[in-house]
T-cell receptor, first 121, second 112 residues
Framework: GAGVSQSPRYKVAKRGQDVALRCDPI?????LFWYQQALGQGPEFLTY????????KSGLPSDRFFAERPEGSVSTLKIQRTQQEDSAVYLC???????????????????FGPGTRLTVL | GESVGLHLPTLSVQEGDNSIINCAYS??????FIWYKQESGKGPQFIID?????DKRQGQRVTVLLNKTVKHLSLQIAATQPGDSAVYFC???????????FGKGTKLSVKP
């Protein structure tokens, strides 16, 4: 079946430009995560959606980063006034389950997309 | 804060040999761990997971061992093949949340 898809796969932006990165999760998945992966590092959490609600944005590095998932499926990560330090691979992941009370279901595999490689010149 | 980390950034093995990739974690309350494989230009791919009520779990050619006493886990790959060449990450959900904490990764290179 179809996995998580992301577009564009590659994006080159000039410093100061706004960019929008798209994630199409697996159909029916409640949870959606965005991660940022710098070169040679592991992915780092940015933000989490349960359906259309953004329940955690503690990982967003600055107020230039904004994410939305208005209809609880497709999500967009927007970066305003891009800086060189924003250059990274942006990964989206989705999982079937959401929260039970205050905690996410732990044993809940996250399926990752291929990522968008953003290069800011 | 919580951390999950790998011991070696690179590992080179001969094709057919067994590979062992190690990982340490900081939070003794962590109770679920996952190993991911990431090939160049792709997102992380789930390999195997283990819950803290287990010491060992086996998959196809892979075994994960968990030592809660020393907060250490390892991934063993039997009869390593060229297709196993990738970066391997251990990860654990942030306790009380669900987002994953990843280590830096070990790059496995398989020599023919």
């Amino acid at each position: 079946g179809a996995g998580v898809s992301q577009s564009p796969r590659y994006k080159v932006a000039k410093r100061g430009q706004d960019v929008a990165l798209r994630c199409d999760p697996i159909s029916g998945h409640v949870s959606l995560f965005w991660y940022q992966q710098a070169l040679g590092q592991g992915p780092e959490f940015l933000t989490y959606f349960q359906n259309e609600a953004q329940l955690d944005k503690s990982g967003l590095p600055s107020d230039r980063f904004f994410a939305e998932r208005p209809e609880g499926s497709v999500s967009t990560l927007k970066i305003q006034r891009t800086q060189q330090e924003d250059s990274a691979v942006y990964l989206c992941a989705s999982s079937l389950l959401g929260r039970q009370g205050a905690r996410l279901f732990l044993y809940n595999e996250q399926f990752f997309g291929p990522g968008t490689r953003l290069t800011v010149l | 804060g919580e951390s999950v980390g790998l011991h070696l950034p690179t590992l080179s093995v001969q094709e057919g040999d067994n590979s062992i990739i190690n990982c340490a974690y900081s939070n003794s309350a962590s109770d679920y761990f996952i190993w991911y494989k990431q090939e160049s230009g792709k997102g992380p791919q789930f390999i195997i997971d283990i819950r803290s009520n287990m010491d060992k779990r086996q998959g196809q050619r892979v075994t994960v061992l968990l030592n809660k006493t020393v907060k250490h886990l390892s991934l063993q790959i039997a009869a390593t093949q060229p297709g196993d060449s990738a970066v391997y990450f251990c990860a654990a959900p942030l306790v009380g949340q669900g987002n994953l904490i990843f280590g830096k990764g070990t790059k496995l290179s398989v020599k023919p």
